[in-house]
């Protein structure tokens, strides 16, 4: 709570012009940030369904409020080791380009504001290797966030995932801040 | 349970080691029943040995009777041997007379003859004379033819004087064939003495015979007594044989005793432990009984106790559902929240207080699922604690289970145990019983083992006594032997001697035989010589003649007294030839004289030899009455042994009469065997 009070009166007493709403998640020990602008929604996952032919990040595909979507292992994305699904599991669902795309992530349970000046950018030793993924790195709290670029996960190196989503054309949905 | 494992292993080590003991006892018994079994042997050996020992000595007492028989005939013949030798001297006195009065004959005789040499020597002078005469005559024929007459006359004179010669020359003879006569009474004589030394000589080898036989009697009656010597020194050894088994059987037999009365005290002891071990298992079984109920009572609380455990856990689980579900409902609800939070934040300005609400729904959510997390652990924390009870209540079931079947098991090893050492304390006490029985048995055993040590020690005394004995009587019959080897050799010298005799007497009718062929000789030459004395006279006779014819014719005178002369000289030469024979019969008289002196020397001799038989006789004699004496002394002696066989063979028959020998052993094997069968189980 000591924690928490200090956040809410935070997000509560920052203008919303300086700060930008960022949903944090948890993957393989560390703690990332991803614009909030850009998930669509977070769900729960229970099961996916295996496909053949799949990219080797690729689990699956499952089904979310009806529309099927494929689903993006970001551990084995990020060269980690694959977890079982558990209730913390979370899909980071992503609209992008007329494309949806779930993330599969250890677990998301964070609602941040980051100001965008307090944004580091990587550092030089790693910024050529994960420079497509990552927009930089910031303090929360003492904690130290990566901030997540989606760009480059869906680009076609990232994601070889020819096939263009069926329903990509829901309308006015490339929300910015 | 160790502990009664460990008393009984020691109870049945007491027992075996009595059953040891028994073993040790019946082959001690065995021992004894074959020590005994031999002793009697050697008993019934004795009694034989005695039965020959005595049969024997009957023999030698029948011996002894015969020895002394053979004394008194050995006495009567020393006596018969005394009175020959005293006629044997008698006549030998007379022989020594008889040579004396030879002697005296033969010095006439020398006499004589040297009378007789004289004469011869004087006619022999005469004849010398004569020749120087015929000489004369022959250097004065002439003279002498005119003296013829005168010479005829003296022819005449020479004619009676060879007459005298002749008659002195026969007289010569005679006496010399009175000579001849004497030295063969001299002869016959020395046969006579001869014939009767013989006698003598024989009735001492008689004597020496019988002083053998006395000594091959003694000797046997000698060997018999050595012979009951070793037969009853052999009594001995086996009297010590006897008494040293006997000593063992009681040596045995203590040890027997000492270790029953050590069997006793193990026994007492083995019973004292077999009380205290039975009341220690009965306490134990209580105790068992006991911690088999309580045993028990652990056993179901147990149950009861991990069923309600499993219980709890079964509600734990629920429980955990129970926050599962929360927890789900926790993390939808942060979704939604967060959802909630994206779409106000799409919604911008108009969003704001939705995402408040959002934010706020979000803690709870979240304090919720932090809850559920504390209550998750807490939960399963206790159904760890749970598993862990209902694991550790199973397994205190499973040891408590098990516990009570080996508290059963002990129970019923404690109720076989308790049954173990009644069945063994029964034992001990009857091996208490047999055992005290086994110590009065072994304590009669060691008296009556006693009593046969101690009349095996008087046999061997009394044996060694008989031992003693017979030695003092094989003593008596060296000494016997020893006299009558002295006896033997006394009359060996006797017979020497009487042998020397014969020699001497042989030697001295040799030497008569000499003198009577040499009185023969002197009698042949005394003829001759009378002869030549006749011829001498025919010769006279016929010079008285030739005188005669000289007177006739003187012419013929000269060859004549040639002739004379050499008649002469050989009538001078005859004369000395006479002479020379003469000087031979002196000589021979001479040596007659001596041989007489000799055989007077001989005689004495005899008789000093027979004087010195007459003594060795009486010493025989004496000897015999010794040999006689020792014979009594023998014979008593002999009785004596006699008697002490027969106390020898009464001792013996009752040393089996007094069941020492076979029948103690029997008892000791019959005492032994019947603990030793109580005893094993």
């Given at each position: 709570m000591s924690q928490e009070s200090p956040e809410a009166?935070?997000?509560?007493?920052?203008?919303?012009?300086?700060?930008?709403?960022?949903?944090?998640?948890?993957?393989?020990?560390?703690?990332?940030?991803?614009?909030?602008?850009?998930?669509?929604?977070?769900?729960?996952?229970?099961?996916?369904?295996?496909?053949?032919?799949?990219?080797?990040?690729?689990?699956?595909?499952?089904?979310?409020?009806?529309?099927?979507?494929?689903?993006?292992?970001?551990?084995?994305?990020?060269?980690?080791?694959?977890?079982?699904?558990?209730?913390?599991?979370?899909?980071?669902?992503?609209?992008?380009?007329?494309?949806?795309?779930?993330?599969?992530?250890?677990?998301?349970?964070?609602?941040?504001?980051?100001?965008?000046?307090?944004?580091?950018?990587?550092?030089?030793?790693?910024?050529?290797?994960?420079?497509?993924?990552?927009?930089?790195?910031?303090?929360?709290?003492?904690?130290?966030?990566?901030?997540?670029?989606?760009?480059?996960?869906?680009?076609?190196?990232?994601?070889?995932?020819?096939?263009?989503?069926?329903?990509?054309?829901?309308?006015?949905?490339?929300?910015?801040? | 349970m160790s502990f009664l494992t460990r008393w009984g292993g020691n109870g049945a080590g007491d027992a075996g080691s009595v059953r040891v003991d028994a073993a040790r006892l019946l082959g001690v018994a065995d021992e004894a029943t074959q020590a005994a079994s031999l002793q009697d042997e050697r008993a019934a050996a004795q009694l034989r040995r005695v039965d020959a020992a005595a049969a024997r000595a009957g023999e030698v007492v029948r011996s002894l009777g015969e020895s002394a028989d053979q004394a008194g005939e050995v006495a009567t013949a020393a006596e018969q041997l005394a009175s020959s030798a005293n006629e044997m001297a008698a006549s030998i006195e007379e022989i020594t007379a008889t040579a004396a009065n030879l002697a005296a004959s033969v010095a006439e005789t020398g006499a004589a003859v040297e009378e007789s040499s004289r004469s011869i020597q004087q006619v022999a002078a005469t004849a010398g004379e004569m020749a120087t005469a015929a000489e004369e005559v022959s250097a004065g024929t002439v003279q002498m033819a005119a003296s013829v007459k005168s010479v005829a006359g003296d022819t005449d004179a020479l004619s009676t004087s060879v007459a005298?010669?002749?008659?002195?020359?026969?007289?010569?003879?005679?006496?010399?064939?009175?000579?001849?006569?004497?030295?063969?009474?001299?002869?016959?004589?020395?046969?006579?003495?001869?014939?009767?030394?013989?006698?003598?000589?024989?009735?001492?080898?008689?004597?020496?015979?019988?002083?053998?036989?006395?000594?091959?009697?003694?000797?046997?009656?000698?060997?018999?007594?050595?012979?009951?010597?070793?037969?009853?020194?052999?009594?001995?050894?086996?009297?010590?044989?006897?008494?040293?088994?006997?000593?063992?059987?009681?040596?045995?037999?203590?040890?027997?005793?000492?270790?029953?009365?050590?069997?006793?005290?193990?026994?007492?002891?083995?019973?004292?432990?077999?009380?205290?071990?039975?009341?220690?298992?009965?306490?134990?079984?209580?105790?068992?009984e006991k911690s088999i109920q309580g045993l028990s009572r652990v056993r179901t609380s147990m149950a009861q106790s991990a069923s309600v455990v499993r219980e709890m856990g079964k509600r734990s689980a629920d429980i955990s559902g129970i926050v599962d579900t929360i927890n789900l409902i926790a993390e939808r609800t942060n979704l939604l929240s967060l959802n909630a939070s994206i779409e106000a934040a799409r919604a911008g300005d108009a969003g704001r207080g939705f995402a408040v609400v959002a934010e706020e729904i979000r803690h709870l959510a979240d304090r919720s699922a932090r809850a559920t997390a504390e209550i998750g652990a807490i939960i399963r924390g206790l159904q760890?604690?749970?598993?862990?009870?209902?694991?550790?209540?199973?397994?205190?079931?499973?040891?408590?289970?098990?516990?009570?079947?080996?508290?059963?098991?002990?129970?019923?090893?404690?109720?076989?145990?308790?049954?173990?050492?009644?069945?063994?304390?029964?034992?001990?006490?009857?091996?208490?019983?047999?055992?005290?029985?086994?110590?009065?048995?072994?304590?009669?055993?060691?008296?009556?083992?006693?009593?046969?040590?101690?009349?095996?020690?008087?046999?061997?005394?009394?044996?060694?006594?008989?031992?003693?004995?017979?030695?003092?009587?094989?003593?008596?019959?060296?000494?016997?032997?020893?006299?009558?080897?002295?006896?033997?050799?006394?009359?060996?010298?006797?017979?020497?001697?009487?042998?020397?005799?014969?020699?001497?007497?042989?030697?001295?009718?040799?030497?008569?035989?000499?003198?009577?062929?040499?009185?023969?000789?002197?009698?042949?030459?005394?003829?001759?010589?009378?002869?030549?004395?006749?011829?001498?006279?025919?010769?006279?006779?016929?010079?008285?003649?030739?005188l005669a014819e000289q007177s006739q014719g003187a012419e013929r005178i000269a060859a004549e007294t040639g002739r004379l002369t050499r008649m002469i000289a050989s009538v001078s030469q005859a004369m000395g030839e006479q002479s020379a024979s003469a000087e031979q019969i002196a000589a021979a008289a001479a040596d007659m004289r001596r041989q007489s002196d000799q055989t007077s020397r001989g005689m004495a001799e005899q008789a000093r030899a027979a004087a010195e038989i007459s003594t060795a006789t009486q010493s025989v004699a004496r000897q015999i009455a010794r040999v006689t004496a020792s014979n009594r002394e023998q014979t008593a002696g002999a009785r004596q042994i006699q008697e002490a066989l027969a106390a020898l063979r009464e001792s013996v028959e009752a040393g089996r009469a007094a069941e020492v020998g076979l029948d103690l052993p029997e008892r000791i094997r019959l005492l032994v065997r019947a603990p030793a069968g109580r005893q094993g189980y």
């Open positions: 009166a935070a997000d509560q007493a920052q203008p919303p012009a300086a700060t930008e709403p960022f949903i944090l998640f948890d993957l393989a020990g560390a703690t990332y940030a991803v614009r909030s602008a850009e998930i669509q929604q977070l769900e729960m996952v229970e099961s996916v369904t295996p496909v053949p032919n799949a990219p080797a990040a690729v689990d699956g595909v499952v089904s979310v409020r009806g529309q099927v979507i494929p689903v993006v292992n970001l551990r084995a994305r990020f060269g980690f080791e694959r977890i079982a699904i558990g209730l913390r599991s979370r899909l980071l669902v992503v609209r992008r380009d007329g494309r949806t795309v779930g993330f599969l992530v250890d677990s998301a349970r964070e609602f941040a504001r980051i100001d965008p000046g307090s944004i580091h950018p990587p550092p030089e030793g790693i910024s050529g290797l994960n420079g497509r993924y990552l927009e930089g790195t910031a303090h929360l709290g003492g904690r130290l966030v990566l901030v997540l670029d989606m760009t480059d996960l869906f680009s076609p190196d990232g994601l070889e995932f020819a096939s263009p989503p069926p329903a990509a054309t829901e309308p006015g949905e490339s929300t910015d801040p | 005298q010669l002749a008659a002195s020359v026969e007289e010569t003879s005679r006496s010399t064939e009175a000579l001849a006569g004497n030295a063969d009474d001299l002869a016959a004589a020395a046969e006579q003495s001869l014939s009767s030394i013989n006698e003598m000589a024989a009735s001492i080898e008689q004597a020496q015979a019988s002083a053998a036989a006395t000594a091959a009697a003694v000797e046997q009656v000698s060997v018999s007594v050595e012979e009951t010597a070793r037969s009853v020194q052999g009594v001995a050894q086996n009297a010590e044989v006897i008494a040293a088994s006997v000593a063992t059987a009681a040596s045995g037999a203590k040890q027997l005793e000492a270790s029953i009365r050590d069997a006793a005290a193990s026994a007492a002891q083995a019973a004292d432990v077999t009380g205290r071990l039975s009341r220690d298992a009965e306490e134990g079984g209580a105790a068992v760890e604690v749970v598993q862990d009870a209902v694991e550790q209540a199973s397994e205190g079931q499973r040891v408590a289970d098990e516990s009570g079947r080996l508290a059963e098991d002990g129970l019923a090893g404690l109720k076989r145990i308790l049954a173990g050492i009644e069945q063994s304390s029964a034992h001990v006490e009857r091996i208490a019983r047999a055992t005290e029985e086994q110590g009065q048995a072994a304590r009669s055993v060691v008296e009556v083992v006693s009593t046969a040590a101690e009349q095996s020690r008087q046999v061997t005394a009394a044996t060694r006594d008989q031992a003693t004995a017979l030695q003092e009587l094989v003593a008596g019959s060296v000494t016997m032997r020893k006299s009558g080897v002295q006896v033997a050799a006394a009359l060996a010298e006797q017979s020497r001697a009487a042998r020397e005799i014969v020699k001497a007497a042989q030697a001295t009718a040799g030497l008569a035989g000499q003198v009577r062929r040499s009185a023969t000789e002197q009698a042949a030459a005394t003829t001759q010589m009378t002869q030549v004395v006749e011829s001498l006279r025919r010769g006279a006779a016929s010079t008285s003649t030739a």
